[in-house]
């Protein structure tokens, strides 16, 4: 199945009216449609929170054995959460496989049926004459740092520029991975800054076309 980001959850969506016309039981979709419910929520839900607790139950141990201040260190809290869903089987991606596998052998199978399960690529063919991306800031290893996500569009990767508070424009970098993580400090440590970010593609080692729109994100605040 194509990892496509969104593609599981059309999977999911999809398999109760295609799966029957493809030869798969009822228990077996039940059983898969349960499995990627766990994944989605754990994905979506439970491994974020969790991972934004081992981060700031790491902040606390650091301040609780190097810190200073008349303060108590309060524990931190685990989190709690409301009605998760039912266990599944484990597996899932194996049987998907090999469910995907039976399905494409089917007598009623076609193209079509491929790309509304998301086991085929949707072939894209607008043009994007310049990338399309987001920034966000998240944790990193040092602190809060921007996160650039863009899609492809069948292009090799981006060319990036960034400036600080308005500044002058400086080379980002070539990049062929579809998310970049900008870890520069501040440039004055502990006092919050602006930082642009502008792309254009890259092909071939090659940076061409024009720059994309500008998109700010505000750093260390």
């Not at 740092?145 to 292009?155: A, E, G, L, S, V």
């Not at 990049?175 to 970010?197: C, I, M």
Request: charged share 20%; net charge neutral; aromatic share 10%.
């Amino acid at each position: 199945m194509q990892q496509a980001r969104g593609t599981p959850k059309r999977y999911w969506a999809m398999l109760l009216s295609h799966g029957p016309r493809l030869g798969l039981g009822d228990e077996e979709i039940t059983n898969t449609r349960a499995g990627l419910t766990v994944y989605f929520w754990m994905s979506e839900s439970l491994c974020p929170v969790a991972h934004q607790f081992a981060v700031d139950t790491t902040a606390v141990r650091k301040h609780l054995a190097y810190g200073e201040g008349p303060d108590p260190v309060v524990v931190p809290t685990l989190p709690v959460f409301e009605s998760p869903p039912p266990a599944a089987l484990p597996g899932l991606f194996n049987r998907i496989f090999n469910q995907v596998q039976r399905m494409k052998l089917h007598p009623n199978y076609t193209e079509s049926l491929g790309r509304e399960l998301g086991i085929l690529p949707i072939v894209d063919t607008t043009e994007h004459p310049v990338p399309e991306f987001t920034v966000t800031t998240e944790q990193g290893p040092n602190g809060m740092r921007p996160r650039i996500d863009y899609t492809k569009f069948r292009h090799h990767g981006i060319a990036g520029e960034y400036r600080v508070n308005g500044g002058p424009w400086l080379p980002l970098g070539h990049f062929n991975q579809k998310t970049v993580y900008d870890d520069r400090p501040l440039a004055v440590p502990g006092t919050p800054e602006s930082r642009d970010y502008r792309l254009r593609w890259l092909d071939k080692d090659e940076a061409h076309g024009d720059w994309s729109a500008i998109q700010t994100v505000l750093v260390g605040a």
